[in-house]
């Protein structure tokens, strides 16, 4: 009797032991799976960083040539010692909204898979967190913000001013009629744009180079996360 019983209890831990390590190896196989999916996921991340990386360099050579535009445009009594393609110039920098918000459709994936909440490095994970819900989110509350002064100041271009009758991509004001160039000076409203423009700029250039400075660091720090 006692030999069946131990028999009964040597087979009992046998198939506990079995289960056990049958759900242990799931378990590793599962995380080896996510972990996997992380590291593709980072991967694509530090490749649209990349992208963003580059773009805000660009971006940020726009906003300054803008603003050096606008500075030079507001300090002048007189437009009249301009060309035709130099007041074209002067007029694109004040009117164009030059940059449009990021999307982040790899980091969204990441924040609705839950997948960025599965990433074991605290650090980085907060990081690349406060890195989009932070800066990036900043830069474009700068970007929208300018975008709302745009297009009030296309709203008075459009009232005010004379367009040249020609087709093209974006329309040109018509440097002949002097009207127009009298109103960079004496139109109010117009002029109190352009400054409220130039601030905001100066706002999306500092956001810029914080925003590309954390881009940069972060990308790094995936990286080496990757490489480990």
Known sequence: MKNILARGGIEFLAVLLGITLS??????????????????????????????????????????????????????????????????EIFDSVINHLMDDYKHSVYKSLEISGLIYSIQNINLRNKIIRLYSEHFSILGDALNYNLDVIKKLDDIVNRDFEFRNEFLTLPKLNWNNPTNLLQFKN??????????????????????????????????????????
């Open 23 to 88: 759900l242990w190896i799931d378990n590793i196989n599962k995380q080896s799976e996510l972990d996997k999916e992380i590291h593709k996921s980072l991967s694509a991340l530090s490749d649209e960083l990349e992208i963003k990386i580059a773009d805000l360099s660009k971006q940020r050579g726009r906003f300054e040539k803008s603003i050096k535009i606008i500075e030079k445009t507001l300090t002048l009594k007189s437009l009249k010692g301009f060309n035709h393609a130099q007041l074209d």
């Open 187 to 228: 139109n109010i409203e117009f002029r109190n744009s352009i400054l409220t423009s130039r601030v905001i700029k100066h706002w999306v250039l500092r956001q810029i180079d914080k925003t590309k400075e954390e881009a940069e660091q972060v990308q790094q720090e995936i990286k080496r996360y990757i490489n480990e």
